[in-house]
């Protein structure tokens, strides 16, 4: 009898716990309205402009900068078009979809309405119209970071190269023995 009650509590609790989940999900016009107010659609144009430059840039590195002008102005020609498949209207539409289903299936229905009280109330429309200048300054720094560390990473490429040089020199020798892996404290 008890083992009877105790499963039927059980089954109500699991029951409830799913109905209670469904309700709590967000839906997915609680997230357009989200994604409408954090201005997706203005991010998605200002990537195209950063990833376009990234793309023709390291092209032009992998050209060893000995393009001519002719070349480069074909690897530009094949650069736009690249960035105009990657952000046009359809390309735009599937990542959307693909961002809305993860904060309708990551945020609930209340994380999401608290999202877009924030995002209507004075320091969220702030937040957003700031958000271009706190990005760009933001990248900006984390390339002097990056560029700040040059130096010592040309030290180990030059150190890796010269490895992989006497390597190479070196008469080949039998296979180096698995790696053991250290036990955890």
Do not use: H, N
Not at 13 to 32: M, N
Not at 101 to 116: C, F, G, H, M
Not at 144 to 161: C, F, G, K, N
């Amino acid at each position: 009898m008890k083992a009877g009650v105790l499963a039927a509590a059980l089954l109500a609790l699991a029951l409830g716990g799913g109905a209670q989940a469904a309700e709590a999900r967000a839906k997915p016009e609680d997230v357009a309205r989200l994604m409408q107010l954090m201005q997706v659609d203005r991010m998605f144009a200002g990537m195209r402009e950063q990833i376009g430059e990234s793309m023709t840039q390291s092209a032009l590195a992998a050209g060893g900068g000995r393009l001519s002008a002719p070349q480069q102005a074909i690897l530009q020609t094949y650069m736009d078009r690249m960035a105009q498949l990657m952000f046009s209207e359809q390309s735009v539409a599937q990542v959307t979809g693909i961002v809305s289903k993860v904060y309708t299936d990551q945020l609930s229905a209340r994380e999401v309405k608290d999202i877009i009280a924030f995002y209507e109330s004075a320091s969220g429309r702030s937040m957003m119209r700031k958000m271009p200048q706190i990005t760009q300054q933001s990248m900006q720094l984390s390339l002097e970071w990056v560029r700040s560390m040059e130096p010592q990473m040309q030290v180990l490429a030059e150190e890796m190269q010269a490895e992989l040089q006497q390597s190479l020199s070196e008469p080949a020798a039998a296979p180096a023995p698995a790696l053991t892996p250290i036990p955890a404290p």
